[in-house]
C-alpha cells in the first residue's frame, strides 16, 4: 500500500539517461562519433505521461546533444546534463517546476543516482541496476534500463492514478 500512495502522489518523473534511458552501453564509431539507442516503449511510455498532464526530465552526468535531440522529440522538459552533483541539479528542477520532492519520483542505475533518490518521493532502480541503487530504491522495474524499464515504471505511476 505505501508503494501505491506514494506512487499516486508523483506529477514529476525524472530519469538518468545512460543505463535507464539506454542499456548502458557507450556507443563509438571509429571517428570518435557518440551513439546511442533508445528504446520505442519507454519514448511511448513518456508520451503518455505527458498527455496525462505530467511532466519529465533528465538528469546526467553525461554531456551529449543525442539526449538534447530526444528530449526535445519526446517533449522532455527539463534537461540537465554533465552533472556530477545530481542533488544540485534536481533542486534547480524543483524550483523550476514548482513541484515538491514528494511529488517527484527518479529512476537511476548506479551509485551516483543514490543522492537523488534519497531527496524524492518514489525512487525507481531499472532490473539492473546497481545493487546499492536497488537497495535504496522504493521500486526496481522487472525491465533492464534501455528495454522498456521507464515504460514499466510510468504505466506503474499513471495506474497508481486509477486506483488511487
Not at 2 to 7: D, T
Not at 91 to 119: K, N
Not at 135 to 146: H, L, V
Amino acid at each position: 500500500m505505501e508503494l501505491q500512495e506514494r506512487a499516486s502522489r508523483i506529477r514529476l518523473l525524472l530519469m538518468d539517461c545512460d543505463g535507464v534511458l539506454t542499456d548502458g552501453r557507450l556507443y563509438f564509431s571509429s571517428a570518435g562519433e557518440e551513439l546511442k539507442v533508445f528504446h520505442a516503449l519507454d519514448g511511448q511510455g513518456i508520451v503518455d505521461w505527458h498527455k496525462a498532464g505530467f511532466r519529465s526530465g533528465i538528469i546526467s552526468g553525461r554531456n551529449s546533444p543525442i539526449v538534447e535531440n530526444r528530449a526535445k522529440q519526446l517533449g522532455i522538459e527539463f534537461v540537465r546534463q554533465g552533472r556530477s552533483d545530481k542533488a544540485t541539479a534536481l533542486a534547480e528542477i524543483l524550483a523550476e517546476s514548482g513541484a515538491t520532492p514528494e511529488e517527484t519520483a527518479f529512476m537511476g542505475d548506479d551509485t551516483p543516482d543514490v543522492q537523488v533518490f534519497e531527496r524524492v518521493g518514489f525512487s525507481i532502480a531499472v532490473g539492473d541496476a546497481h545493487k546499492a541503487v536497488k537497495d535504496s530504491a522504493n521500486y526496481t522495474t522487472s525491465m533492464n534500463g534501455g528495454f522498456g524499464a521507464v515504460r514499466e515504471a510510468i504505466d506503474l505511476l499513471l495506474n497508481s492514478k486509477v486506483n488511487a
